[in-house]
């Protein structure tokens, strides 16, 4: 909780044209190995979760 507190009032201050305080600026974010292009897979899992609440 106080990760995300913090982090969120760095958000604020960046949007406040404050001093830039982000502590991950500059990090590279790779993408997902084995992951191109739109995520086909994301309506399969939403029907994998709907017929998870009907059984459940």
Same mark, same amino acid.
């Given at each position: 909780a106080q990760l995300s507190t913090h982090? !969120?009032?760095i958000?604020?201050?960046a949007i406040l044209g404050r001093p830039d305080r982000n502590p991950l600026? !500059?990090?590279e974010w790779p993408a997902v190995p084995g992951h191109f292009g739109k995520p086909?897979?994301?309506p399969l899992v939403g029907m994998y979760y709907k017929?998870?609440?009907r059984v459940g």
């Open positions: 982090l !969120g009032m958000i604020a201050d600026k !500059g990090f086909w897979f994301l017929m998870l609440d």
